[in-house]
């Protein structure tokens, strides 16, 4: 396979570079910006401090949140 | 079974070296002495005197109301925020790990704000967040006014008059509305100036010297390692700083997703530099951050919802992770089963975390990690928009929806987003029905390391001893569920209220926490920098991973649909009432 050379390679860097960061941080806000139901989702995100890019419970702050709450309403009175 | 260059491995016969010289013992080992130094840290030099004393005194305080009153009263409460405030990662060690860990931060415009926040930034988002803090102490001054009204026309009853009973009720639990209000306010005027980049250097340093020593241990060159790595972390902060713009996030686009993207547009445009390959070590820095996973797994948590709970989540999630297995190998064909594995566990459990684990268990090749993780941000990004759309249109009840989204969509912080969207009570109960499920990984991760180790390495028509097993099985995993047991245990032996104080407020989130998350940032931007995309594409030939992960939703979002029903509406009422 014949190696590509460095100019070649950062050029095609950039361009795929590029394009991700239009679709992430270009296309992705106007969605948001166009839809309603996007649009609100985003406020509620940002009022409450949600990150929904955490996955594990213990990231996410409105976890023990919940679970005192439940704790709470549930036991006895 | 052939083993791939790709794939976690641990095989041949056991020696006593192994124990200094593998992989799976060399995480343990690693995991083990950072759990060591935080419960040391918090248990020894922490305030757990201090915290004893102040539980106790607002514990004698609920007791006392509790005999009072026939409802949680105000002072209830407060005694209750009392203990809420006690967080042992406000302690000096905790400040210090906490400064010297320190992801990029939140930003929406300017990526430099991510490392640096001068005083004038700080002070500017204070005046912002203020108004709103006003607004909303003073709706919570005059809640609380309310329900001390109500609550002393109760007392003046004797707490005798039912109508005065439930009226006093009925306002505290309106204060309580507003003072979570309040609490969420407050949160964005305690800004403070940073700059993390002295601090991104120095932790660094260190990972790159405790991951550097066990390399070595390994009899593997640790200059070497040390040298790539920096490149390695780069990315991972690359990655982090991505993932931390406001809009990415909304979307489920974290510092994971972009550290295996970042990676792969490196290595498949420019092209990974042959001397940051020896610091591709995948396997170990997700062994690593599995072992101080454990310490989060906690099983006392299953039962925080009570019996619905366990069923929504303990009873459905393995049978859909069992069936979309069967699913994948009778119809589908799928040529891999470590790839089947790793989509039914993450598309049933949780997720990411669950993928990492199962595919550490099964040892399944990176590129598998990456797809079953790849479809699954697609489809939470996509059913945590529309599933809580879909549950206001066809008005279903916030508890039953809830408990749907919390048993159906993988990561846990979409599932807090698409609950705080239906409402506060959909959130309550769809983070805790996830955060139930969350903790199956442990059982996940071993029950499917057995079961590769017993059935699916095994020769045709030979039977396998113990001692074969143990060979076979990915030690890293015993040290997990070493971790996640004793944890539980010491969860338990704590109690409530400390466990929170001392484990999950400062051992956990205080120490394990935040480099476990650091560690598996690490593994996936290794991930992507030695994952070429034409051998990622083969593992996605025919689609049959799209398919099996949306039969197996499919499949998941109905069963939990019937669960969740039965058990909130038809056999537990009284708790569905309750919430």
Same mark, same amino acid.
């Given at each position: 396979?014949?190696?590509?050379?460095?100019?070649?390679?950062i050029?095609? @860097?950039?361009?795929? @570079?590029?394009?991700t960061?239009i679709?992430?941080?270009?296309?992705?806000?106007?969605?948001?910006?166009?839809?309603?139901?996007?649009?609100?989702?985003?406020?509620?995100?940002?009022?409450n401090?949600?990150?929904?890019?955490?996955?594990?419970?213990?990231?996410?702050?409105?976890?023990?949140?919940?679970?005192?709450?439940?704790?709470?309403?549930l036991?006895?009175? | 079974?052939a083993?791939?260059?790709?794939?976690?491995?641990? *095989?041949?016969?056991?020696?006593?070296?192994?124990?200094?010289?593998?992989?799976?013992?060399?995480?343990?080992? !690693?995991g083990?002495a950072i759990?060591?130094?935080?419960?040391?840290?918090?248990?020894?030099f922490? =305030?757990?005197?201090?915290?004893?004393?102040?539980?106790e005194?607002?514990?004698?305080? #609920?007791?006392?109301e509790?005999?009072?009153?026939?409802?949680?009263?105000?002072?209830?409460?407060?005694?209750?925020?009392?203990?809420?405030? $006690?967080?042992?990662?406000? /302690?000096?060690?905790?400040?210090?790990?906490? *400064?010297?860990?320190?992801?990029?931060?939140?930003?929406?415009?300017?990526?430099?704000?991510?490392?640096?926040?001068?005083?004038? #930034?700080?002070?500017?988002?204070d005046e912002?967040?203020?108004?709103?803090?006003?607004?909303?102490?003073?709706a919570?001054?005059?809640? $609380?006014?309310?329900?001390?009204?109500?609550?002393?026309?109760?007392?003046?009853?004797?707490?005798?008059?039912?109508?005065?009973?439930?009226?006093?009720?009925?306002?505290?639990?309106?204060?309580?509305?507003?003072h979570?209000?309040?609490?969420?306010?407050?949160?964005?005027?305690?800004?403070? =100036?940073?700059?993390?980049?002295?601090?991104?250097?120095?932790?660094?340093?260190?990972?790159? !010297?405790?991951?550097?020593?066990?390399?070595?241990?390994?009899?593997?060159?640790?200059?070497?390692?040390?040298?790539?790595? &920096?490149?390695v972390?780069?990315?991972?902060?690359?990655?982090?700083?991505?993932?931390? #713009?406001?809009?990415?996030?909304?979307?489920?686009?974290?510092?994971?997703?972009?550290?295996?993207?970042?990676?792969?547009i490196?290595?498949?445009t $420019?092209?990974?530099?042959?001397?940051?390959?020896?610091?591709?070590?995948?396997?170990?820095?997700?062994k690593?951050?599995?072992v101080?996973?454990?310490?989060?797994?906690?099983f006392?948590?299953?039962?925080?919802?009570?019996?619905?709970?366990?069923?929504?989540?303990?009873?459905?999630?393995?049978?859909?992770?069992?069936?979309?297995?069967? &699913?994948g190998?009778?119809?589908?064909?799928?040529?891999?089963?470590?790839?089947n594995?790793?989509?039914?566990?993450?598309?049933?459990?949780?997720?990411?975390?669950?993928?990492?684990?199962?595919?550490?268990?099964?040892?399944?090749?990176?590129?598998?990690?990456? +797809?079953?993780?790849g479809?699954?941000?697609?489809?939470? /990004?996509?059913?945590?928009?529309?599933? =809580?759309?879909?549950?206001?249109?066809?008005?279903m009840?916030?508890?039953?929806?809830?408990a749907?989204?919390?048993?159906?969509?993988?990561?846990?912080?979409?599932?807090?987003?698409?609950?705080?969207?239906?409402?506060?009570?959909a959130?309550?109960?769809?983070?805790?029905?996830?955060?139930?499920?969350?903790?199956m990984?442990?059982?996940?991760?071993?029950?499917?390391? +057995?079961?590769?180790?017993?059935?699916?390495?095994?020769?045709a028509?030979?039977?396998?001893?113990?001692?074969?097993?143990?060979?076979?099985?990915?030690?890293?995993?015993?040290?997990?569920?070493?971790v996640?047991?004793s944890?539980?245990?010491?969860?338990?032996?704590?109690?409530?209220?400390?466990?929170?104080?001392?484990?999950? *407020?400062?051992?956990?989130?205080?120490?394990?926490?935040l480099?476990?998350?650091?560690?598996?940032?690490? /593994? &996936?931007?290794?991930?992507?920098?030695?994952?070429?995309?034409?051998?990622?594409?083969?593992?996605f030939?025919?689609?049959?991973?799209?398919?099996?992960?949306?039969c197996?939703?499919?499949?998941?979002?109905?069963?939990?649909?019937?669960?969740?029903?039965?058990?909130?509406?038809?056999?537990?009422p009284?708790?569905?009432?309750?919430?």
């Open positions: 396979m014949i190696e590509k050379s460095l100019s070649d390679r050029t095609r @860097f950039a361009i795929v @570079f590029g394009l960061l679709l992430v941080y270009g296309l992705l806000p106007w969605l948001t910006g166009s839809f309603d139901i996007l649009n609100r989702m985003s406020l509620a995100l940002d009022e401090g949600i990150n929904p890019s955490r996955y594990y419970y213990t990231d996410v702050e409105q976890v023990i949140e919940s679970e005192q709450y439940l704790r709470i309403v036991d006895g009175k | 079974m083993q791939d260059k790709n794939a976690i491995v641990d *095989h041949g016969q056991s020696k006593w070296s192994d124990l200094w010289k593998k992989e799976d013992y060399l995480a343990i080992w !690693l083990f759990i060591a130094v935080s419960v040391i840290a918090y248990f020894n922490g =305030p757990k005197a201090e915290f004893a004393e102040k539980i005194a607002a514990n004698q305080i #609920q007791m006392a509790s005999a009072k009153a026939p409802f949680k009263t105000i002072n209830w409460y407060k005694a209750q925020d009392d203990k809420g405030k $006690l967080n042992a990662s406000g /302690s000096a060690f905790g400040k210090f790990v906490s *400064h010297w860990t320190k992801t990029p931060g939140s930003w929406k415009t300017n990526p430099m704000d991510a490392f640096v926040r001068t005083a004038e #930034q700080a002070k500017a988002l912002k967040g203020m108004p709103k803090y006003e607004k909303a102490k003073a919570n001054d005059a809640a $609380l006014s309310l329900a001390l009204s109500a609550e002393q026309a109760a007392a003046g009853a004797s707490f005798k008059d039912n109508a005065l009973n439930d009226e006093a009720v009925a306002k505290i639990s309106d204060w309580r509305s507003a979570k209000a309040s609490g969420d306010a407050k949160k964005k005027i305690g800004n403070k =100036p940073y700059n993390y980049i002295p601090s991104l250097i120095g932790l660094c340093i260190f990972i790159a !010297l405790i991951f550097g020593i066990g390399v070595k241990l390994m009899g593997e060159n640790m200059l070497a390692f040390i040298k790539g790595f &920096f490149i972390f780069m990315v991972a902060v690359l990655a982090y700083l991505l993932g931390s #713009q406001a809009i990415s996030k909304q979307y489920g686009l974290g510092a994971e997703a972009w550290a295996i993207l970042m990676g792969m490196i290595a498949n $420019l092209g990974t530099p042959k001397w940051v390959l020896p610091s591709c070590k995948v396997e170990f820095f997700i690593t951050g599995l101080l996973l454990g310490a989060e797994v906690l006392n948590k299953i039962i925080a919802i009570g019996v619905p709970g366990i069923f929504v989540a303990w009873v459905v999630t393995p049978i859909v992770l069992v069936c979309t297995y069967i &699913f190998q009778k119809v589908l064909k799928m040529p891999s089963r470590t790839l594995i790793v989509i039914a566990a993450d598309m049933s459990v949780c997720g990411t975390s669950a993928a990492i684990a199962t595919a550490a268990a099964c040892r399944a090749k990176k590129e598998e990690l990456t +797809l079953a993780i479809l699954s941000l697609v489809f939470t /990004s996509i059913m945590m928009i529309v599933m =809580p759309a879909f549950i206001k249109a066809v008005g009840p916030e508890i039953l929806g809830g749907w989204m919390g048993g159906t969509i993988d990561a846990t912080g979409a599932v807090a987003a698409a609950g705080a969207f239906l409402g506060d009570k959130l309550y109960v769809a983070a805790t029905i996830k955060m139930i499920q969350n903790v990984i442990g059982v996940t991760a071993f029950c499917v390391a +057995l079961y590769w180790a017993m059935k699916v390495e095994r020769e028509g030979r039977s396998v001893g113990a001692m074969e097993i143990w060979n076979r099985f990915p030690k890293f995993v015993l040290g997990f569920l070493a996640s047991i944890f539980s245990i010491l969860d338990g032996i704590l109690g409530k209220d400390m466990g929170t104080a001392l484990l999950d *407020h400062g051992v956990v989130r205080g120490g394990t926490r480099m476990r998350d650091w560690f598996f940032a690490l /593994s &996936f931007a290794a991930i992507g920098l030695s994952t070429n995309f034409r051998e990622l594409a083969k593992y030939k025919g689609g049959k991973p799209l398919i099996l992960y949306v197996g939703q499919s499949f998941n979002l109905i069963l939990t649909l019937i669960m969740a029903y039965i058990m909130f509406y038809m056999v537990f009284e708790i569905t009432a309750k919430i």
